[in-house]
C-alpha cells in the first residue's frame, strides 16, 4: 500500500527562450520602441520568443508507487523529468522531493570516449551519485550485466553504439536511490538485452521504491506502472489508473485526427478518402460488444497504376500493436493495380479481441516507397456486455491481448490401469 507523498508538485511551470536571428531596426524604429510608441508590437514579439514546457502542473507520487508519464513529443515528458531531478529550475511553482532520487535520463550521458570502459564505470557512476566505494563494490556486477568484460579496458571510442548503450545502461541499474526518475531508457541494446533490462527495472519496482516513469511504450507502462499521469501541451491532461489514463490519450489523438481532418493521407500517387468501423451488419460504430465482429473498411484512391501496391491494417490495444495484416495476405502481392478509387474491408473475427480501447492505424504503399500513413486513425471500443466473463479468458484484467481461437480438451489418465496394460505387454 502507498504511504506519504515522497514527490509534491505544485503548480511547475516552465519556459523556454525560442533561438532568433538577429534584426536590424532603423534609428526610428528604435525610437518608438524605445518611447513606447511601439510598446504593443514590442511586447507581442517578446511573448513570441518564449514558449512554456510545462505550465501550472500538480501532482503527489506516493511512496512505494510507479507512476508512468504518457504524452506526444513535446506534452513536457522530458522536462518534467529534469525539474524533478534538479537539472533544470522551473520559471514558476516548486518540486519537493524526499529521499535519496536517482535519475536515468540519457544513459551514457558524462561517458568520455577516450578514457576505458572501466574508467567510464567509475566516471558515469559518480556522476549518478554513487560513492568511489559503492562502484568498486558493484563493478563486477556491472560489467557481468553488460555482457561486455572481454571489452571493459578498451577505450569506449572503440564501442560500437550497442556496446555504449549496455555499458551506460548497467551503470545506472546498480543504483539503489529511494525514488527512481526514468526517462524512456529500456529501448537498449539487443531484444534479449532490453529483456534483460526490463526484468531489472521490474525487480527494483518491486522491492517497494517508488518510480516516475516516461515511455512511449503503452506496453511498458501497462506492465509496469498502477497509475498514469497524461500530459499535453504542458498542461496535465488526466490522471488516474494506466487503462483510463491510456483510453484518455487515444481520446486525444483520435479528436486531433477529426480536426486535421485526411488531408495529411495524400500523396502524389495515392490517398486515403476514409476510414470507418462497423458491425457485420454494415452499421456504423465505435462500440462492440466481444460476441460481435469489428469490420474496418478502408475507401482510398489510385492516382495512376501501380505495381505492387498493398494496404496495410495495424490494431493496437493500449497503444500496443498486436495485429497486422495486408490485404495481399491472400493472394500473390507483386500485382499490377489500376487507377481509380476502392474500398478494403478487413473483418476481425467475434471474440478475438478482448476488452478494451482500440486504435487502428493504415499504410498505402508498395515494397519500395511508402505512400501514406495514417497511424492511430481511428479508435473503437470491444465491451463485456452479453457474457458472463468472469471465470473466462475473455477477461480484459488477464494478461495478454487476444482471446485465443484454440481449444482445450482433458483427459483423464487412470494410472493403475495404464500400469496393469504395460505389465500384460511385458508377459
Known amino acids: 500500500m502507498a504511504g506519504k507523498p515522497v514527490i509534491v508538485a505544485e503548480k511547475l511551470a516552465k519556459q523556454y527562450r525560442i533561438g532568433e536571428t538577429a534584426s536590424y531596426d532603423t534609428i526610428a524604429e528604435a525610437l518608438r520602441r524605445r518611447f513606447g510608441g511601439d510598446r504593443r508590437s514590442a511586447e507581442a514579439r517578446e511573448e513570441a520568443r518564449h514558449i512554456w514546457a510545462l505550465h501550472d502542473v500538480s501532482f503527489e507520487v506516493r511512496e512505494g508507487e510507479i507512476v508512468g508519464v504518457i504524452g506526444r513529443n513535446g506534452a513536457g515528458k522530458s522536462t518534467l523529468l529534469k525539474i524533478l531531478s534538479r537539472i533544470t529550475a522551473p520559471t514558476r511553482g516548486r518540486a519537493t522531493i524526499s529521499g535519496r532520487v536517482g535519475s536515468l535520463l540519457e544513459v551514457g550521458t558524462g561517458f568520455q570516449p577516450e578514457l576505458t570502459g572501466r574508467e567510464n564505470v567509475f566516471l558515469n557512476g559518480a556522476i549518478l551519485g554513487m560513492s568511489r566505494a559503492e562502484i568498486a563494490r558493484k563493478f563486477d556486477d556491472i560489467v557481468a550485466f553488460s555482457e561486455i568484460e572481454q571489452f571493459i ?3 569506449v571510442k572503440r564501442y560500437s553504439s550497442g556496446m555504449h548503450s549496455r555499458l551506460a545502461f548497467a551503470v545506472a541499474a546498480h543504483l539503489e536511490p529511494e525514488i527512481l526518475i526514468v526517462d524512456e531508457v529500456l529501448a537498449v541494446g539487443d531484444v534479449a538485452f532490453q529483456k ?10 518491486q522491492s517497494g521504491r517508488t518510480v516516475l516513469f516516461v515511455s512511449h511504450s503503452m506496453g511498458s507502462i501497462a506492465e509496469l506502472c498502477s497509475s498514469a499521469i497524461l500530459l499535453d501541451r504542458g498542461h496535465i491532461a488526466h490522471t488516474g489508473s494506466v487503462p483510463q489514463v491510456v483510453e484518455a490519450y487515444l481520446t486525444l489523438l483520435n479528436i486531433d485526427r477529426r480536426t486535421d481532418g485526411l488531408a495529411a493521407f495524400d500523396d502524389r500517387d495515392a490517398s486515403i478518402l476514409g476510414i470507418d468501423i462497423r458491425s457485420e451488419g454494415g452499421k456504423s460504430s465505435r462500440t462492440f460488444d466481444l460476441t460481435e465482429g469489428v469490420a474496418i473498411e478502408i475507401r482510398y484512391r489510385l492516382k495512376r497504376d501501380l505495381f505492387g501496391f498493398q494496404v496495410s491494417l495495424s490494431l493496437s490495444r493500449n497503444l500496443v500493436e498486436i495485429v497486422r495484416t495486408f490485404d495481399t495476405d491472400g ?4 500485382q499490377s493495380c489500376g487507377r481509380g478509387d476502392y474500398v478494403c474491408t478487413h473483418v476481425v473475427p467475434p471474440r478475438f479481441l478482448k476488452a478494451g480501447s482500440y486504435s487502428v492505424s493504415v499504410t498505402l504503399g508498395t515494397p519500395e516507397r511508402l505512400m501514406v500513413n495514417a497511424e492511430n486513425a481511428i479508435t473503437f471500443e470491444v465491451e463485456e456486455l452479453s457474457e458472463n466473463t468472469r471465470h473466462r479468458g475473455y477477461q480484459s484484467n488477464r494478461p495478454g491481448h487476444v482471446i485465443s481461437p ?6 483423464r489418465i487412470d494410472s493403475h490401469a495404464v500400469g496393469l496394460a504395460e505389465r500384460s505387454k511385458a508377459t
Not at 196 to 203: E, G, I, R, V
Open 153 to 155: 579496458d578498451t577505450p
Open 196 to 205: 534483460k533490462c526490463l526484468a531489472k527495472m521490474q525487480a527494483f519496482m
Open 331 to 334: 493472394r500473390e502481392p507483386m
Open 406 to 411: 484454440g481449444t482445450w480438451s482433458t483427459e
